[in-house]
């Protein structure tokens, strides 16, 4: 699987681990609040986005594009040749590269790390956050909040960075920063609220897959 796409696993997955947090700075608290109750309103939503890691002492410079699409407990995600799709029990990952298809439960929480609903609430477990400052983001004003893991031994990266837009309550961008150097950058371009999107893009069709493995977690 593409580094690029381990990242984005990580990116979701690792922040689960949490413990007790002393305390969070109220005004941070008070955006991301009421962007989770704003996500958590939507029937459905598409997004689209850009991913990209770099790493100047390992030489690493990958970018990807990507798309998703949620409804409900229902996701499809496409990240470069990659596509992650859960139907709200089983989830699949079909990696060209491999030529092979991962099946799991959802209840894998490796295998449900690239849920873009997961992407567009990583704030909301295992993070204490500080307001850091405003500032102007593509043409539109944005809070800038840090988030950090509450316990830092238990995962590889120190700090994320998340940009909300100010006017409607919109995640812009988030930027991971790990310990070996890596930056991870997460950039939104699109996000649709309430679309109608048909219950069969949650739905493998393997024949579009001649020659393609079945991998069961």
């Known amino acids: 699987m593409k580094k690029i796409i381990y ?4 990116f979701c997955v690792n922040y689960t681990f949490s413990q007790q947090v002393k305390e969070n700075d109220p005004k941070a608290q008070t955006i991301l609040d009421k962007l989770s109750t704003k996500m958590k309103a939507l029937k459905s939503f598409q997004i689209e986005f850009s991913a990209s ?6 030489g690493t410079n990958q970018s990807e594009i990507g798309k998703g699409w949620v ?5 499809c995600a496409t990240y470069g040749d990659n596509t992650v799709i859960s139907n ?3 989830s699949w990952t079909v990696v060209k590269e491999d030529k092979a298809i991962y099946q799991a439960d959802v209840n894998d929480k490796e295998a449900d790390g690239i849920n873009p609903k997961k992407l567009m609430t990583i704030w909301e477990t295992g993070f204490k956050n500080k307001y850091d400052h405003e500032e102007a983001f593509n043409g539109e004003k944005v809070h800038i909040i840090q988030l950090f893991p509450k316990d830092p031994k238990k995962v590889d990266y120190h700090t994320i960075i998340i940009y909300i837009a100010k006017d409607n309550l919109e995640l812009k961008k988030a930027v991971m920063k790990s310990k070996d150097g890596s930056v991870m950058t997460y950039t939104l371009s699109k996000l649709v609220e ?3 999107i048909e219950d069969s893009k949650f739905v493998v069709d393997i024949k579009k897959y001649p020659g393609f493995k079945i991998v069961k977690n």
């Open 7 to 10: 990242l984005i696993c990580f």
């Open 53 to 58: 890691i770099k790493n100047q002492s390992t």
């Open 71 to 75: 409804k409900g407990n229902k996701y």
């Open 88 to 90: 709200g029990i089983k």
């Open 194 to 196: 309430n679309p109608e």
